[in-house]
């Protein structure tokens, strides 16, 4: 059997959450954050429970964040299952425009480099010769 500790999420997290809906001088009991930390641990399970029963019917593996999404719905969170499409949404076009942003960043290094190394190919090699202990020198210029 998993160590009830391991099952649960961390209570320090637990507490955080609970503390940034509260005005700043209310205190949190360790029974209210245990507590709390016993509740969300269930409603995790219970509503993974329900989407990993739908993909085992669907003959998959993988349960992912449309599943999820159902599975609110299904036991009747209609409300919190709508913003997590919502967010759902959100965070895949965030995912997609930073892939996209990546692999233009990765293209345009890929082009500057292949332009670096041309250069460098048309000019004759020369190699400064700088003594081994020389002080790099900041020159500061005034307009």
């Given at each position: 059997m998993v160590d009830e500790q391991e099952r649960l999420l961390p209570i320090a997290n637990v507490g955080r959450i609970m503390k940034q809906i509260l005005p700043p001088s209310a205190k949190v009991s360790k029974e209210a954050k245990q507590t709390m930390q016993e509740?969300?641990?269930e409603f995790i399970s219970?509503?993974?429970g329900e989407a990993s029963d739908k993909c085992r019917k669907e003959n998959r593996k993988?349960?992912?964040g449309d599943d999820i999404c159902w599975a609110l719905g299904a036991l009747g969170f209609d409300n919190h299952a709508d913003a997590i499409v919502r967010y759902l949404h959100k965070f895949r076009v965030a995912e997609r425009d930073k892939a996209a942003q990546n692999k233009a960043s990765?293209?345009?290094n890929s082009q500057d480099k292949e332009e670096e190394e041309s250069s460098q190919d048309q000019q004759?090699?020369?190699q400064a010769d700088v003594p081994s202990n020389s002080k790099l020198q900041v020159l500061e210029f005034s307009h």
């Amino acid at each position: 059997m998993v160590d009830e500790q391991e099952r649960l999420l961390p209570i320090a997290n637990v507490g955080r959450i609970m503390k940034q809906i509260l005005p700043p001088s209310a205190k949190v009991s360790k029974e209210a954050k245990q507590t709390m930390q016993e509740c969300a641990t269930e409603f995790i399970s219970f509503v993974t429970g329900e989407a990993s029963d739908k993909c085992r019917k669907e003959n998959r593996k993988t349960v992912n964040g449309d599943d999820i999404c159902w599975a609110l719905g299904a036991l009747g969170f209609d409300n919190h299952a709508d913003a997590i499409v919502r967010y759902l949404h959100k965070f895949r076009v965030a995912e997609r425009d930073k892939a996209a942003q990546n692999k233009a960043s990765c293209s345009r290094n890929s082009q500057d480099k292949e332009e670096e190394e041309s250069s460098q190919d048309q000019q004759p090699h020369q190699q400064a010769d700088v003594p081994s202990n020389s002080k790099l020198q900041v020159l500061e210029f005034s307009h």
